[in-house]
T-cell receptor, first 117, second 114 residues
Framework: DAGITQSPRHKVTETGTPVTLRCHQT?????MYWYRQDPGHGLRLIHY???????DKGEVSDGYSVSRSKTEDFLLTLESATSSQTSVYFC????????????????FGPGTRLTVL | AQKVTQAQTEISVVEKEDVTLDCVYE???????LFWYKQPPSGELVFLIR??????QNEISGRYSWNFQKSTSSFNFTITASQVVDSAVYFC???????????FGAGTRLTVKP
């Protein structure tokens, strides 16, 4: 258990509305990630963070923004949700080089199921 | 960019059968890491194993074993004497050194029937 929670766990919203998903961790992990999971695609990286206020884009970042104002929270925002953003969203953590656990191993939160009508 | 292919979309076996899940990867890096994750029907992602590119030793953990072959760019996963609780979607993933963009295969759905 990597101490990761996601909220909300389920959300239904309408096209064009803003949506923010929250990932919260309690163990001071430096690296945090947001993925989306879709049938036939596995998981794809949206954005990741390597520290407070330090973020970078992943493979499918268009239409998403992120923020990390403190170590424990990593927020994913859909500024204007579209039906193509209906998906299951997973947050993950890993550790930087020198940490006790392998730095490249990612541990995942429980996921958020988002439906955009 | 790196790529992971899991050609088997779905596999169905009867309990106690052995089953192998295939994973083929592509990367230009010499240092990389391979992973398997399990996603049971409850939906969470469970880390199973990590293997780095310099360690081709096969690994066994109980009924699970992994066969890493750099010559064929494969990292296959075998479950011996499968059980109903093994029913899940299994993902293979690849991470290159100094690259935070881990790539996942599309997953293989394993159904073990009693």
């Amino acid at each position: 258990d990597a101490g990761i929670t996601q909220s909300p766990r389920h959300k239904v919203t309408e096209t064009g509305t803003p949506v923010t998903l929250r990932c919260h961790q309690t163990e001071n992990h430096r690296y945090m990630y947001w993925y989306r999971q879709d049938p036939g695609h596995g998981l794809r990286l949206i954005h990741y963070s390597y520290g407070v206020k330090d973020t970078d884009k992943g493979e499918v970042s268009d239409g998403y923004s992120v923020s990390r104002s403190k170590t424990e929270d990593f927020l994913l925002t859909l500024e204007s949700a579209t039906s193509s953003q209906t998906s299951v969203y997973f947050c993950a953590i890993s550790e930087p080089p020198g940490a006790k656990i392998p730095t490249d191993t990612q541990y995942f939160g429980p996921g958020t199921r988002l439906t955009v009508l | 960019a790196q790529k992971v292919t899991q050609a088997q979309t779905e596999i169905s076996v009867v309990e106690k059968e052995d089953v192998t899940l295939d994973c083929v990867y592509e990367t230009r890096d010499t240092t990389y890491y391979l992973f398997w994750y399990k996603q049971p029907p409850s939906g969470e992602l469970v880390f199973l194993i990590r293997r780095n590119s310099f360690d081709e030793q096969n690994e066994i953990s109980g009924r699970y074993s992994w066969n890493f072959q750099k010559s064929t760019s494969s990292f296959n996963f075998t479950i011996t004497a499968s059980q109903v609780v093994d029913s899940a979607v299994y993902f293979c993933a690849l991470s290159e050194e100094n690259n935070n963009d881990m790539r996942f295969g599309a997953g293989t759905r394993l159904t073990v029937k009693p």
